[in-house]
């Protein structure tokens, strides 16, 4: 298993120390297996036959033991067959005997166990998990909608088995319980600029939710790959109110910049005019020029010129 990511105290955990860990099972190659087992029953056969073939020139406890011998030389190989496992790519077997974890077969192709013990398939590949949109409150107490998807695989084969009732189900439920954890942990919109949120902060806030993932399923033998959030808005009952919050928002930024832009400008017009003694102007002509000017440029509609024909005082 890999290492264990550092989580914070509040993040749940569910195996400190597992009780039963992967470990590989006592397993052969099949190919020779399978190739004595063939010859056990050619030989039980042929011991067989050959009994009931000479039963009228030999003694009758002869001819009995011949037969009785390939029975019980059919019989075992057949029972020594039954060992036989095929093991397909991204598959593991889990064996167990008498009920107690024997180890697990991870190894492709044809393989031989103790023919006494039970096997159970189990696959390792990647798999996929998204949830279905829920409705939660956020940090601030809005209602949001949200839904994630979760790359995972089975690490510990031996844990998915036997440590949880059912691992994907598992991997479901505690995957739901983080998405709903994070969202009420962190605004949709927050406020201060410094803080995160979670339509701020994706990239975080994912991060923050594949930590908590890892210690949620770690009991289960699983690996988080990659866990993102797929569906992310505001409530329908509350879209629209937000909507112009967001809008109003935005202006105020607009307005922010093309006013500080607008400063600098007027502030560079007046040292340019003063650089080249174009005109000398006091505080008053200043301030007309500069109010003049912050009209023109944080105005919402161009601007209408006025010919004075008189001075600059009337």
Request: charged share 20%; glycine share 8%.
């Amino acid at each position: 298993m890999p290492e264990t990511p550092d989580t914070s105290p509040d993040v749940p955990r569910f195996a400190d120390r597992p009780r039963v860990t992967e470990k590989p099972a006592n397993d052969i190659g099949g190919g020779l297996a399978l190739l004595f087992g063939l010859i056990g029953l050619l030989v039980g056969t042929g011991l067989v036959v050959a009994g009931g073939v000479t039963s009228s020139h030999v003694p009758g406890g002869v001819t009995v033991a011949l037969i009785f011998v390939g029975i019980s030389v059919g019989v075992c190989s057949l029972i020594a067959m039954a060992g036989l496992n095929t093991i397909a790519p991204g598959e593991a077997q889990v064996v167990q005997l008498f009920g107690r974890y024997r180890g697990t077969i991870r190894t492709e192709g044809l393989r031989w166990v103790n023919p006494f013990t039970s096997r159970r398939s189990l696959s390792t590949r990647v798999r996929n998990h998204e949830t279905a949109v829920m409705k939660v409150n956020d940090a601030y107490g809005n209602p949001i909608e949200l839904a994630a998807v979760v790359v995972w695989r089975v690490e510990d084969t031996a844990q998915a088995m036997f440590e949880v009732e059912d691992f994907q189900e598992f991997v479901a439920t505690q995957t739901e319980a983080a998405v709903r954890h994070i969202a009420i942990e962190y605004p949709y919109d927050a406020h201060d600029e410094d803080a995160l949120s979670l339509r701020g902060n994706a990239e975080e806030i994912t991060e923050k939710l594949a930590l908590e993932l890892h210690a949620r399923v770690e009991a289960a033998g699983v690996r988080i790959i990659e866990s993102r959030f797929t569906h992310l808005a505001y409530a329908p009952e509350i879209a629209s109110a937000m909507l112009q919050r967001q809008q109003a928002g935005a202006v105020v930024a607009a307005r922010k910049m093309i006013v500080e832009g607008a400063v600098g400008m007027v502030e560079m017009a007046l040292e340019r005019i003063m650089e080249q003694d174009i005109v000398a102007l006091d505080e008053e002509r200043k301030a007309a020029m500069v109010s003049n000017l912050m009209v023109v440029l944080c105005g919402d509609r161009a601007a209408q010129p006025v010919l004075n024909t008189g001075t600059l005082y009337q």
